[in-house]
């Protein structure tokens, strides 16, 4: 156990004067060290000065430029976008609740735009880099999806990302409904399995699950049809898509 010394006390035996002298010593030591690495630290900073203030320099220039380009550019941009974009909404959402050939034009309206706005086509090229440009490549891909032209759909569809519960899934599923359009059955099971596999909800789940079983039957292939409707089944029993599942799996047994 270490005995408490008083102050002023004296060393008296040669082990205890070892152990003062010890002591010094090491503590010496350690300042020694102290100093040499703030020496060191001193010189490093004095030959590299230079490219560290360099450094400082360009990481505040990266950091304020940043903020800058957020503040004075992709705000007014995100606004611009999201302004031009209502009017195109417009008519898409009128074009939804109108059959025929008013349904037509009005479709074609969203994309091309009107009323001195910007349609779907126009926001998704000149304000790709906004929220509203990116969302744009989704109304864009269902507007074309509805007029029939197919290719053009997918493209649009294919470029649009999104971490939305329902949109990601419902855009992935539209890229089947046009290959499906376009007698790519194959391709269409695809991108409803993928459809499927994106999120797990009582809307777009069982939706897509049913038409990759359609789709599977269509293909001759029973087993994966099988697959499909049983997930239906188990997971999803009071989905519309539920209601004639036992129908479904009839046709899928006998392939």
């Given at each position: 156990?270490?005995?408490?010394?008083?102050?002023?006390?004296?060393?008296?035996?040669?082990?205890?004067?070892?152990?003062?002298?010890?002591?010094?010593?090491?503590?010496?030591?350690?300042?020694?060290?102290?100093?040499?690495?703030?020496?060191?630290?001193?010189?490093?900073?004095?030959?590299?000065?230079?490219?560290?203030?360099?450094?400082?320099?360009?990481?505040?220039?990266?950091?304020?430029?940043?903020?800058?380009?957020?503040?004075?550019?992709?705000?007014?941009n995100?606004?611009?976008?999201?302004?031009?974009?209502?009017?195109?909404q417009?008519?898409?959402?009128?074009?939804?609740?109108?059959?025929?050939?008013?349904?037509?034009?009005?479709?074609?309206?969203?994309?091309?735009?009107?009323?001195?706005?910007?349609?779907?086509?126009?926001?998704?090229?000149?304000?790709?880099?906004?929220?509203?440009?990116?969302?744009?490549?989704?109304?864009?891909?269902?507007?074309?999806?509805?007029?029939?032209?197919?290719?053009?759909?997918?493209?649009?569809?294919?470029?649009?990302?999104?971490?939305?519960?329902?949109?990601?899934?419902?855009?992935?599923?539209?890229?089947?409904d046009?290959?499906?359009?376009?007698?790519?059955?194959?391709?269409?099971?695809?991108?409803?399995?993928?459809?499927?596999?994106?999120?797990?909800?009582?809307?777009?789940?069982?939706?897509?699950?049913?038409?990759?079983?359609?789709?599977?039957?269509?293909?001759k292939?029973?087993?994966?049809?099988?697959?499909?409707?049983?997930?239906?089944?188990?997971e999803?029993?009071?989905?519309?898509?539920?209601?004639?599942?036992?129908?479904?799996?009839?046709?899928?047994?006998?392939l």
């Amino acid at each position: 156990m270490a005995s408490y010394k008083k102050r002023g006390y004296k060393p008296g035996s040669k082990a205890e004067r070892d152990e003062k002298l010890e002591s010094e010593s090491t503590t010496a030591e350690v300042f020694n060290t102290l100093d040499e690495g703030a020496s060191s630290t001193e010189k490093f900073l004095s030959k590299n000065q230079k490219p560290i203030f360099g450094a400082i320099i360009l990481i505040a220039v990266v950091i304020f430029g940043y903020l800058g380009y957020q503040k004075f550019i992709q705000e007014p941009n995100e606004a611009e976008a999201a302004n031009e974009m209502n009017q195109a909404q417009i008519f898409f959402n009128s074009a939804l609740e109108s059959t025929g050939a008013d349904q037509d034009s009005l479709f074609v309206k969203s994309l091309r735009g009107g009323n001195g706005k910007f349609g779907f086509e126009d926001i998704s090229k000149s304000y790709s880099g906004t929220k509203a440009g990116k969302l744009a490549n989704y109304y864009a891909g269902i507007s074309h999806l509805n007029l029939g032209n197919y290719k053009d759909a997918i493209s649009y569809l294919d470029k649009f990302n999104t971490k939305d519960e329902m949109l990601a899934p419902l855009a992935k599923g539209s890229i089947g409904d046009a290959f499906l359009q376009l007698d790519q059955p194959k391709e269409a099971l695809g991108y409803f399995e993928q459809a499927a596999k994106m999120r797990t909800n009582d809307f777009t789940t069982p939706k897509f699950l049913m038409k990759a079983a359609v789709t599977a039957i269509s293909l001759k292939d029973g087993k994966t049809a099988e697959k499909h409707l049983n997930r239906i089944k188990d997971e999803f029993p009071n989905s519309p898509e539920a209601r004639n599942i036992e129908a479904y799996l009839g046709q899928a047994e006998v392939l």
